[in-house]
C-alpha cells in the first residue's frame, strides 16, 4: 500500500479523480480531507487509516501515500506551522504529524476521552470537539488550555471558532451555546426555536465573523453574531428538504463577507446560493451523490468524496459561472501569489532580529528607562536569544505526569485565574522534566510566576525565558540544595561589609543573617517587594546589561536604600520577616542608581563578577536543551539520586505503617479502657445494691416494729375518745404524736444516709472516670 513515489491524477471530463487500491485492485474509500492555508496541497484520509498526500502546483495534481496514521476522524493543517497535520482518532487522542521529517514522526495530545470529530482554528489556538467535550488547545505550546463547561446531558452535534474569536456549540435539540475566547467564564444562550429553526444540520461562519449561518430543515437561516439576531432567512425548495453540510465560498475584495454559499441537500448533490439575494444559483456541471464536499481557504479548488469512496478535485471557476464571482463584470480573475505566508513570516522576524540589537535598544532603555510593555516579550526574546525550540520543548511536555510537587503548588498558590494556573504547573512540571532535582526547590514557584505573567501569551518562549533565568541568573545557587546558597549570601555579605558595616554590625547585634535580608529578595526574584510596573523596568535592565552579577547588587542596594525602614523594624523579628516579602514603595530607578554605582567602586577582590560568569549562555535552536549545571548541586544529591529515591519510599513506607501501628495502638488502648470502665461500673453497682438492700431490710424491721406499736397507741386513743376524760384523752393523743415524729425522724435520717450515698457514688464514678482518662 505504502508509495515513497509521486502519481498523476486521472483527469476525468472537468475534475480530477482519485480512487485509492492496493495490490489486488481492492479500493479503499476515502473519508476525511482537508486543503491548506496556501492552496498548495490536499491530504485525505482513507478507511484502512492511509494518509494521502496530492500536490496541486503543477498543470496536473500529483499524489503519493505518506503512511498509516489510523482511522482519521477529521484532518486538518496546522495554520501557524504549514508543515504539521492535526489528525483526529477514533481513540479519542489528536496526533500531530510532522511532514517535514523523513521519519513520519508524530506526537499526541490528550484530553479528550470520545472522539473528536470537528477542529477549527483562531489565531494560534485549536478547537476540538466530541459529543460531550470541547476542548481548547495553544498550537504554539500544543497545551490544553481551557476546556468548556457543556451541557453534558445533551449530545454535541458541532463546535466551532469563528475568525473574531467566537465559540458556538450546537446541540442535537437546537440549541446553542456561545462564548468569546476573552470571557469564557460568561456564555449567551440561544433557542432557535423562537426563530422557528428545526432540526439544524450544520453551521459556519463567514471569513469576517459577523454572521452565522446555519442550514437546517426547510430553509437556511443566518444570524448576526453580535447580537445573535436573525438577520434573514432562506426557504429551501421541496426537492432539496434540507441543507446537511454548509461551506462558503470566498473570493478576492469581498471583504470577508461571502454571499456565495455551497451546501450539500437532502439528495447527495451539490448546490449554491446568493444569500445576499436570497436566489440559488444555475450551475453548469450537476454533482450528485456527494457523501462530504471541502473548498478551499481562497475559493480556487472544491473537492468532494462521491459515494463510491473517490476523490474528484475541480477548480471552483468552471462550477460558477463568473457573473456571480465579477458583480457587473468588475473584479478580475485573482492570482496565486508565489511566495508562501510561512515564507514572509520568517523574513519579518529575521529583519526584527537585526533591527533589535543592542546598539538600538540600549539608547531607548537610556531615554526613557524602560522598554514598551506591548513590545517587552519581544525585545526580552531577542536580547536572551531565545530560540523558541518547539521539538525540545514538546519532546518534556509529553513526558509530563501532574506530580505532587505541583499539585502542592495550586494548593499554596491559589490562582482565580485557572488559565494563570494551568500555565504555572504545566511549566513547573516541564521544568521537573529538565531537572528532576528541582523537586527539592520549594522556591521555584515564586520564583517563575513574575517571569511567566510577562510571557503568559506564549508558553514556549516563557518557559525559554525561565530556562535562561535559572541557567544565568541563579549561578551558584544550588552547591549547598535544599539550604540556601550560603557563597552567594556570603558574597552579598561581604559587599554589605565593605559598603555599609554599620547596617552590618546593626543586623549582627540582632542576629539577623544573610538568610533573612538578601535570600528572600533572590528567591523572589525581587517579584514580592516591588511593584508589576518597577519589577518589569528593574528586569528590563538586567537583562539588557546581561550581567548576573548586577541582581546580587540590587539586594544589597535595596538593604542599603531602606536602611532607616530596616533599623525602625528591629524589635520585632517577625516584622523583619514581613518587611522582606511586603511591597516598599521604592522605584527600580532608584535601586539601580545605587546599584551601578556598586558595581563600579567595589573591590575587584569581594566583585561577584569574580565568582560568577558574565557571559550568557544561549539555548540551542535544534535538539533537546542543555542540561542544568550538575555541578552545583551537591554531590551526594547527584550521584546518589537514585539512593534518595529509595529512602524516599522506605520513608513514605515507614510513615505509613506508622500510622497504622499508632491507629491500631490507639484502638487496643480504647477498648482495654472502656472494659475497665465497665468492669468498675459494674464493680460499684453491686456494692450500691448491696448497700440498698442492707437499709431496705434495716428499714422494713423497724418499721414493723414501730407500726405495732402504733396500733396500741391507736386503740389507746380511740379508748380516750369514749372515755369524757378530757386530760387522759389528751394524754394519749400526745403519745400518739411523739410516736409520728419518732417514725418521721427515722424516714428524715434513712433519706439523708440514701442523699449521702448517691454522692459518694458520683464521686467514686468522676474519679474512675478521671483515671481512665489519664490512661487514655
Not at 473548498?295 to 474528484?312: F, K, M, P, T, V
Not at 540544595?481 to 554599620?502: R, S
Not at 548586577?550 to 542596594?557: D, E, G, P, S, Y
Not at 480504647?670 to 448497700?691: M, S, Y
Request: aromatic share 10%.
Amino acid at each position: 500500500m505504502y508509495n515513497s513515489g509521486w502519481n498523476k491524477l486521472i483527469k476525468s471530463n472537468d475534475s480530477y479523480k482519485y480512487a485509492p487500491t492496493n495490490n489486488v485492485e481492492k479500493k479503499y474509500c476515502l473519508i476525511q480531507m482537508s486543503f491548506n492555508h496556501d492552496e498548495e496541497y490536499l491530504i485525505v484520509g482513507d478507511t484502512k487509516g492511509y494518509l494521502h498526500y496530492i500536490e496541486l502546483l503543477g498543470d496536473v495534481p500529483c499524489y503519493k501515500i505518506l503512511g498509516k496514521i489510523g482511522r482519521p476522524t477529521f484532518l486538518a493543517f496546522n495554520p501557524i506551522c504549514t508543515k504539521e497535520i492535526l489528525i483526529g482518532l477514533d481513540t479519542g487522542d489528536i496526533k500531530i504529524w510532522k511532514l517535514y521529517t523523513d521519519t513520519n514522526e508524530f506526537f499526541l495530545l490528550f484530553g479528550h476521552k470520545l472522539a473528536s470529530t470537528y477542529v477549527s482554528f483562531y489565531k494560534h489556538h485549536c478547537l476540538t470537539s466530541s459529543r460531550n467535550e470541547v476542548i481548547i488547545w495553544d498550537l504554539k505550546s500544543y497545551n490544553k488550555v481551557h476546556q468548556l463547561n457543556v451541557r453534558v446531558h445533551n449530545a454535541i452535534k458541532k463546535a466551532a471558532f469563528s475568525n473574531v474569536g467566537h465559540i458556538v456549540v450546537l446541540y442535537h435539540n437546537d440549541t446553542i451555546q456561545a462564548w468569546t475566547l476573552r470571557q469564557l467564564h460568561k456564555d449567551t444562550k440561544i433557542d432557535t426555536k423562537i426563530f422557528g429553526i428545526r432540526c439544524i444540520k450544520d453551521f459556519i461562519f463567514t471569513k469576517d465573523g459577523r454572521a452565522m449561518i446555519m442550514g437546517s430543515k426547510g430553509n437556511i437561516s443566518i444570524l448576526n453574531t453580535y447580537d445573535w439576531s436573525l438577520l434573514r432567512k432562506l426557504s429551501l425548495p421541496n426537492d432539496f428538504a434540507e441543507a446537511k453540510q454548509l461551506s462558503v465560498v470566498p473570493y478576492p475584495l469581498d471583504g470577508g463577507a461571502n454571499k456565495i454559499l455551497a451546501f450539500l441537500s437532502s439528495k447527495y448533490t451539490l448546490q449554491f446560493c446568493d444569500i445576499n439575494a436570497l436566489t440559488f444559483l444555475e450551475i453548469p456541471i450537476s454533482i450528485d451523490r456527494i457523501k462530504k464536499f471541502v473548498i478551499s481557504s481562497a475559493g480556487r479548488y472544491i473537492a468532494y468524496i462521491d459515494q463510491e469512496g473517490c476523490l474528484n478535485i475541480m477548480h471552483m471557476d468552471k462550477m460558477i459561472p463568473k457573473k456571480c464571482l465579477q458583480p457587473n463584470g468588475l473584479l478580475k480573475p485573482y492570482k496565486i501569489h508565489a511566495h508562501k505566508t510561512s515564507d514572509h513570516l520568517e523574513y519579518v522576524r529575521q529583519s526584527m532580529k537585526q533591527e533589535l540589537n543592542m546598539k538600538r535598544l540600549m539608547p531607548i532603555l537610556k531615554e526613557f528607562g524602560e522598554y514598551p510593555e506591548k513590545y517587552r516579550t519581544l525585545i526580552w526574546s531577542t536580547i536572551l536569544k531565545l530560540p523558541a525550540n518547539k521539538n525540545a520543548y514538546i519532546a518534556l511536555a509529553s513526558k509530563v505526569t501532574r506530580g505532587k510537587f505541583a499539585l502542592d503548588t495550586l494548593r499554596s498558590l491559589p490562582l482565580a485565574d485557572k488559565s494563570k494556573a494551568s500555565l504555572l504547573t504545566m511549566t513547573i512540571d516541564c521544568l521537573l522534566q529538565w531537572c528532576p532535582l528541582l523537586t527539592q526547590c520549594l522556591f521555584l514557584p515564586n520564583l517563575i510566576f513574575p517571569f511567566l505573567m510577562t510571557f503568559q501569551k506564549d508558553p514556549l518562549l516563557s518557559f525559554e525565558l525561565i530556562l535562561s533565568i535559572l541557567l544565568n541568573y541563579c549561578q551558584k545557587w544550588f552547591e549547598y540544595h535544599p539550604l540556601p546558597p550560603l557563597n552567594i549570601l556570603g558574597i552579598i555579605e561581604n559587599i554589605l561589609l565593605e559598603t555599609d558595616p554599620t547596617l552590618l554590625n546593626i543586623f549582627c547585634e540582632h542576629g539577623i543573617t544573610s538568610s533573612e535580608y538578601a535570600w528572600p529578595l533572590l528567591q523572589t526574584a525581587m517579584s514580592e517587594v516591588l511593584s508589576g510596573d518597577e519589577w518589569s523596568i528593574l528586569w528590563d535592565h538586567l537583562i539588557s546589561f546581561q550581567k548576573p552579577s548586577l541582581l546580587l547588587m540590587c539586594v544589597v542596594a535595596y538593604n542599603i536604600f531602606l536602611r532607616e525602614n530596616i533599623i525602625s523594624l528591629l524589635k520585632s523579628s517577625e516584622d523583619i520577616k514581613a518587611f522582606y516579602n511586603t511591597q516598599s514603595h521604592i522605584r527600580a530607578k532608584d535601586l539601580l542608581k545605587i546599584a551601578r554605582k556598586l558595581d563600579q567602586e567595589i573591590s575587584e577582590r569581594i566583585h561577584p563578577s569574580r565568582y560568577l560568569r558574565d557571559k550568557l549562555l544561549q539555548l540551542n535552536h535544534n535538539g533537546p536543551y542543555p542540561s542544568f549545571i550538575s555541578k552545583e548541586y551537591p554531590k551526594f544529591l547527584t550521584e546518589n539520586l537514585t539512593d534518595l529515591k529509595k529512602l524516599k519510599m522506605r520513608e513514605q513506607n515507614l510513615q505509613e505503617c506508622n500510622c497504622r501501628v499508632a491507629d491500631f495502638e490507639k484502638r487496643r488502648l480504647h477498648a482495654e479502657t472502656e472494659a475497665f470502665a465497665k468492669q468498675i461500673h459494674e464493680t460499684r453497682l453491686n456494692e450500691v445494691q448491696k448497700c440498698f438492700q442492707k437499709h431496705i431490710n434495716n428499714f422494713n424491721w423497724k418499721w414493723q416494729t414501730l407500726f405495732s406499736n402504733t396500733e396500741r397507741e391507736k386503740l389507746c386513743c380511740h379508748l380516750c375518745k369514749n372515755s369524757d376524760k378530757k386530760f387522759e384523752k389528751k394524754e394519749e393523743c400526745n403519745k400518739c404524736k411523739i410516736v409520728e415524729e419518732i417514725i418521721s425522724d427515722y424516714e428524715d435520717t434513712n433519706s439523708r444516709n440514701y442523699k449521702k450515698l448517691q454522692q459518694d457514688i458520683t464521686k467514686l464514678e468522676y474519679e474512675v472516670q478521671n483515671f481512665l482518662d489519664s490512661l487514655r
